[in-house]
């Protein structure tokens, strides 16, 4: 039985405010990765570098 999400074996404090969600679901409506290697992986990709 889980009380709140991220209280798992580790704690997520961000997961647990719901941050991680609200994160996930900004970046699928937008289609921009919010982190910095997603960024930089989705623009080689546009500009045809691997």
Same mark, same amino acid.
């Given at each position: 039985? #889980?009380i709140?999400p *991220? @209280?798992?074996?580790t704690? %997520?404090w +961000?997961?647990? @405010? *719901?941050i991680t $969600?609200?994160?996930? +679901?900004?970046? /699928? $409506?937008?289609?921009?990765? @919010? %982190? #910095? $290697?997603?960024?930089? /992986? +989705?623009?080689? +990709?546009?500009l045809g570098?691997k």
């Amino acid at each position: 039985m #889980k009380i709140l999400p *991220g @209280l798992n074996v580790t704690f %997520s404090w +961000k997961r647990a @405010l *719901g941050i991680t $969600a609200a994160q996930r +679901k900004i970046s /699928r $409506a937008t289609g921009i990765p @919010l %982190s #910095k $290697a997603g960024r930089q /992986r +989705k623009l080689g +990709k546009m500009l045809g570098m691997k």
